[in-house]
Each structure stands twice: as C-alpha cells, then as structure tokens.
C-alpha cells in the first residue's frame, strides 16, 4: 500500500510517518517500478506498537530500543517483558515523587490561607 492509504488506516499525519523513517522505526520498501514508498500490513503493525509505547510513557528512543529487542526473538512479549518491568518501576518512583511534592503544595495552599497579610504583608515563606 502507498503511504496515503498508511495515513488513513493509521491515523498518523505525514510529518510524524516522515520522523519516524528518519528514525528508522519505519523502513518501507520503494517500488522499483515508480519508486514510491510502499508499506505492508507488518508496517501497520509496527505503527500500533509505537503509538501504543508512547501511551506508556516510552520516548522514541527507548522505542527504537523495544523494537531492536523484538526483532528476531521468537516471543516478542518475553523479549519486552524486562523493558516493561523497568519503566514500571521508573513510573512508579515518578509516581511517589509526585504525590511528595503534591503534598507539600496542598500543605503550602493550607498555611497561606491561614496567613493574616494584614500583620505581616511582605513576609513569605513557601514552606
């Protein structure tokens, strides 16, 4: 298939299928007889995974990585298997960073709308 009918089954716009060859996530074929790029249904499926990694939080870097580690591996999910552990385990830290620092704002909102700015109007302390 020619890379309009790609965009359209796909969803992606031109500029990002154009990135992501440059990348090289996406490695078409050129038909010899015009030399338009030509794409397969392995295509479309490589698009699904990338769009759905970066759901996941993964960067296209680290998707170039996922797809290197599937390919040839005779089960694709065992050969993402520890990538997916460790960016859970990065999300989970992020996750508890988060909530840390949502705490201290919440406490922050509280103390400054116990503050009376009519005795002390220039003194500010965030925590």
Do not use: V
Not at 33 to 45: G, P, Q, R
């Amino acid at each position: 298939m020619y890379t309009k009918n790609l965009l359209e089954i796909t969803g992606i716009s031109r500029d990002t299928l154009r990135y992501w060859r440059q990348r090289g996530l996406i490695t078409p074929q050129r038909n010899p007889a015009n030399n338009y790029l030509t794409y397969t249904t392995k295509d479309i499926e490589r698009i699904a995974l990338i769009k759905e990694a970066q759901m996941l939080g993964f960067t296209l870097s680290e998707i170039a990585l996922l797809l290197n580690c599937m390919h040839g591996a005779p089960c694709k999910h065992q050969a993402l298997l520890p990538k997916l552990e460790l960016h859970y385990d990065a999300l989970t830290e992020k996750i508890t960073a988060l909530q840390k620092m949502r705490r201290r704002i919440k406490k922050t909102i509280t103390d400054f709308r116990a503050r009376d700015c009519t005795k002390h109007p220039t003194d500010l302390h965030l925590t």
